[in-house]
């Protein structure tokens, strides 16, 4: 038989009957190639129970009974099998009318019946029962319009290279529609019409089907699984719905932010540092603010600039420090923009201020800068900032500041003295730069986390250049308002300087519950949910519009498992790294101290230091790599 014989569409002769086929060169000589020509196997043999199609064999099955109810997604492990399938459904619409009378009369049968039962005292049938209930509450919403009846015919032709491979695959096909009290059968002695019915020309052959009404119906519909990528960018996991790829690139979509919700333990730090270290290989510059010291190593091995603020540091950063402007900007806008900056700065240091004390903090920040010979009209690259200490000079001179100059002399005389009052030498010229603050006291964190922000928004506004700024532990900026709304309006503006900030938490109730929380989430193109305490889910969910089975599936997520975001779509996510990213970005101590354990022995047992290797071919430095461990068994470590 000619594959042909199986489409509507064969050509037939004058008298009728099928063109016999030709040989290859008269198809070249005529230059005659039909579609069917080009997707046709060499020949085809039908079977009682499948249709041999040369390397392929075929196998068509249809349902024939449904449970009582059906649930939503009852059909999802089906379609998104590992497996090559193709699926039918035919959908015919009963007329309405023509139903109720044969509803009218099937009730008056089981009311006979029920009836007759306890004439006699039979016991009662909960079946009849049942039955009875069900055909009277369908008959209303079909008289009410609410419902329709539909002939529907569900097909599904499944493939195997040999027989016992397609068995294999009818065997996980039963086992997964039998347990929702769903059965199929084969089309036996009619796979040819099956096929036929399953091949996407609308040619129902078969002719099986089944009534359902329209709720039971729509839980088939396959509209619940889809791809999240786009053409380019970097992997963020698989699709838990499929096992597709979720690729993005941040910086082609409408902004370049992101946010990440998640407990503690969760995976937030392993999946940023993975999204760090594949960023970090499509030639993005990132900086890192690490409250917790988790981004040292990662800063080590792929060579970049570990920077360890805190009030014993070598390291410091001058607030007053000036961005420089670029041909686009007003020298003024700068310097007015960085003075409301440092009012901010200031409110947070003093624990508020009143508006006469605003207007004093406001004016004396003027007169500093003014005492440097720093105006509108000067070249801030060459000139020289002045200090906080100088700035307490300022303000020690002017009517009503004995507060502020008592309240901020703790700064620049006291025990919080060396973090602040000294000129920067942190140099940002790596590709990745890390911020940490662990060893900053709480009180000050936010202070901290406010001054590393400022300097490297004027460090970003710069040049020109594609960077991610990651904030991680971003509930410390979000607890002040100040913080808070310097932390927002970077984010808005970051996409004019090609910055895309990352802001992570394990604190939803601090993030969400501050008046900028809502605006962070709005602005970002992509959000990233993974396993939620029960204690935040509820706000998660609010905020996110999940669904209650989108809430449970955040509570019962593994590590590295949660929900991705892109605009309005979003799907299941989990994380996976390679052997390698893995050994790079753990954050497991255990794991953590049997590379370091390793390092040393290696280093003992050799004379010359470890070698030096890149991490990836586009990485942007190197340094020692870490340890050689044992091989893996898989190609693919999950989180």
Known sequence: MAFSDLLPFKKKTAAGPDILPVLPEEIYQTGVLDLQDVIAPHALKVNSRELDLGEKIARTFFVISYPRFLTTGWFAPIINMDKVIDISIFVHPMDTNEMLRKFQKKVAEVQSQISTREQKGMVRDPMLDTAYSDLEQLRDSLQQAQERIFDVGLYLTIYGNTREEIDKVESDVRSILESRLVYIRPALFQ?????????????HELDEHTKLNSAPLSSIFPFISFDLTSDRGILYGINRHNSSLILFDRFSLENYNSVTFAKSGAGKSYTTKLEILRSLMFDTEVIVIDPE??????????????????????????????????????????????????????????????????AVIDKAITETYALKDITSDTNFAQVEPPLLSDFELVLSGMEGSESLVQRLSKYTKGTWSGFMNRPTNVDMNKKLVVFSVRDMEDDLKPVAMYIITHHIWNQVRKELRKRLLVIDEAWWMMRSEDTASFLFSIAKR????????????????DFLNSPYGIPMITNSSIQLLLRQSPTSVDLVQSTFKLSD???????????????????????????????????????????????????????????????????????????????????????????
């Open 549 to 639: 089975e989108e809430k449970y599936l955040l509570l019962e997520s593994d590590v590295g498992e949660g929900i991705f975001f892109a605009g309005l779509k979003h799907v299941a996510l989990k994380v996976i790294a390679s052997y390698t990213e893995d050994q790079i970005i753990t954050s497991d101590p255990s794991q953590i101290l049997a590379i370091k354990k390793a390092k040393q022995d290696l280093e003992k047992s050799s004379d010359v230091p470890a070698p030096v290797r890149p991490i990836a071919p586009h990485a942007p430095g190197t340094d020692t790599a870490p340890a050689p461990q044992a091989p893996s068994s898989n190609a693919l470590r999950e989180v």
């Open 494 to 509: 970051g996409r004019k300087y090609y910055l895309g900030i990352s802001t992570i938490t394990q604190d939803v109730s």
């Open 191 to 203: 796979q040819e019409q099956g096929f036929r019915s399953v091949q996407p020309q609308c040619t």
């Open 293 to 358: 010291r988790e981004y040292e190593y990662l800063a080590e091995t792929v060579g970049g600039r570990y920077f360890n603020i805190s009030l014993s540091s070598e390291h410091h950063i001058n607030p007053f420090d000036l961005a420089i402007p670029r041909e686009d900007e007003n020298p003024s806008d700068v310097l007015r923009n960085n003075i409301i900056t440092l009012v901010g700065l200031f409110r947070i240091m003093l624990g508020g201020l009143t508006p006469e004390e605003d």
